[in-house]
């Protein structure tokens, strides 16, 4: 039964990152532009952030088996779907419902791990699953490197397939239905605002760079549409008796502290993932497969850190290796925004592996911190929204980037074409005027190489640099955290049922 649930866990946070090597080739085939291509990313994000919320009430309706069961049976059918879209509308609607089948299968996993474990081996099979879960969006971009390389960007979701039939068999034949609790009034209003709220939130922050954002009636309608939604779930949640998420747990300062932090950390996780590929590829000239495996040192750093960070836990204060974490994390973007497309491979690697090293020691200990002080009764409402904490920050963080990279890449390039001129007299003597010369289309075509990629180059560190500032997000947050004592760990995170 453990086997089958770390499989249906691995498979589902693999789908996050497994495609993003892949967006290239996907872009061609499915006539997308750059912008457009990241909606196969932040479609499945948003659509795995939009169905976190009714897990809970799902699972106790209906019982866990049948939910994860259900859930497999639809994330392995749409991903077989998404490998054979011919259309990017087509590839959008699957990997939306890929992500809504696939939303229950964390947290129901995790809890199942909660239940059938008694107290003394939890610990060691959370930290297996945890690690699971960590795994799978570094390997992702090397194993979709690898598949769309040797095969085609097809096989990047049909991988899916055996697993996801293996897993359905195991859970249906191995896991034992437990008895349901007392089912609660499912709050329909709540959901159904908060999912028109991020609904819209997210189509305007996907359409909003290729329809000139405040200037196209869509996306003011859009923003307007979110915007009253997000006010009647406020009102909603502080005056309704059932709120889909318990209003005292935002009076705990870890927890809210602790969401700040993880929506933050969440969306530099995968937006750097999301920015990482096509610099490699379109900018340094990497294969599909280089640039997967140039995406693997940062995962592995990151398992390296659970070790350690195991092991410290409960001898020091967490807050400390929060600060630490932190401060290399800072460290890291700054370096990635110097980069260039003839960067040492070796450096990218060391960079990215330390920066994975500090991503465990940040999110690790700030998840214990944020459940130490919050009552038990709420902990299960609290990894809901933590889960949905950090999807969301995962597809603003997606789409925020890609809007920056695209208009900085306009602004660079109006900037360095502003010298491109036939007063220029270096475009017309020396060897700027053998190569460059602009009264014959062959120096035309070569300056114009020129400027568009050093354009994207410094689009790209613009990127990065935006992401090293935003990372000062999370040293300030970790001091709004109160102190754990090392004597005294807190206890292991509840999950919803």
Not at 2 to 31: K, R, Y
Not at 48 to 68: C, D, E, H, Q, Y
Not at 137 to 146: A, M
Not at 269 to 294: C, E, I, N, R
């Amino acid at each position: 039964m453990l086997f089958c649930i770390m499989i249906a866990s691995f498979m589902q946070v693999l789908d996050q990152t497994i495609a993003n090597v892949a967006l290239p080739h996907m872009q061609g085939s499915l006539q997308a532009n750059r912008d457009e291509i990241t909606w196969v990313l932040t479609s499945y994000v948003l659509a795995a952030a939009v169905m976190t919320p009714p897990v809970g009430w799902l699972a106790s309706r209906f019982g866990r088996k049948n939910i994860l069961i259900v859930s497999l049976i639809g994330f392995t059918t749409t991903s077989a779907l998404c490998g054979a879209a011919q259309s990017l509308d087509e590839m959008v609607l699957f990997r939306l419902l890929q992500g809504a089948f696939g939303a229950a299968i964390s947290p129901v996993t995790q809890s199942i791990i909660f239940d059938r474990f008694p107290l003394e081996q939890r610990a060691k099979v959370m930290s297996l699953w945890a690690m699971v879960v960590l795994l799978g969006p570094v390997i992702g971009p090397t194993l979709g490197g690898w598949l769309t390389e040797s095969m085609s960007w097809r096989w990047v979701f049909f991988i899916n397939v055996p697993f996801g039939l293996l897993s359905t068999l195991g859970i249906a034949f191995f896991l034992t239905r437990s008895r349901r609790p007392h089912v609660q009034r499912f709050d329909s209003f709540g959901f159904a605002v908060i999912c028109i709220a991020l609904c819209s939130l997210q189509l305007a922050l996907d359409r909003g760079t290729t329809k000139g954002w405040l200037e196209s009636p869509e996306i003011v309608i859009e923003f307007a549409i979110a915007a009253l939604a997000s006010y009647l779930f406020a009102v909603h949640f502080f005056t309704s008796s059932d709120s889909i998420f318990p209003r005292q747990m935002f009076f705990d300062r870890n927890f809210v502290s602790a969401s700040v932090l993880t929506f933050t950390l969440a969306g530099l996780l995968l937006a750097s993932s999301a920015l990482l590929p096509p610099f490699l590829q379109t900018g340094a000239g990497y294969s599909v497969l280089d640039a997967g495996w140039m995406m693997a040192p940062r995962g592995f750093g990151g398992v390296l850190a659970m070790v350690f960070v195991g092991r410290v836990t409960a001898k020091t204060d967490l807050r400390y290796l929060v600060v630490g974490g932190s401060v290399v994390l800072i460290a890291t973007f700054y370096e990635m925004s110097r980069w260039t497309p003839d960067i040492n491979p070796i450096v990218i690697g060391m960079t990215t592996a330390v920066q994975g090293f500090a991503i465990s020691f940040v999110f690790i200990p700030a998840n214990l911190l944020a459940f130490a002080t919050l009552p038990a009764p709420l902990r299960t409402d609290g990894a809901a929204f933590m889960n949905l904490n950090r999807q969301m920050g995962s597809a603003v963080g997606v789409s925020l980037t890609t809007t920056v990279i695209s208009t900085m890449t306009q602004v660079a390039h109006a900037n360095l074409s502003w010298d491109v001129t036939p007063f220029n007299r270096a475009l017309s003597f020396g060897a700027g005027g053998m190569y460059w010369n602009l009264k014959i289309p062959m120096g035309v075509e070569g300056i114009a190489g020129v400027v568009d990629r050093n354009a994207t180059t410094i689009a790209y560190s613009d990127t990065f640099l935006l992401m090293f500032f935003m990372s000062w997000i999370v040293p300030i947050m970790a001091f709004m955290l109160r102190p754990s004592s090392p004597a005294a760990p807190p206890g292991p995170t509840e999950i919803m049922e």
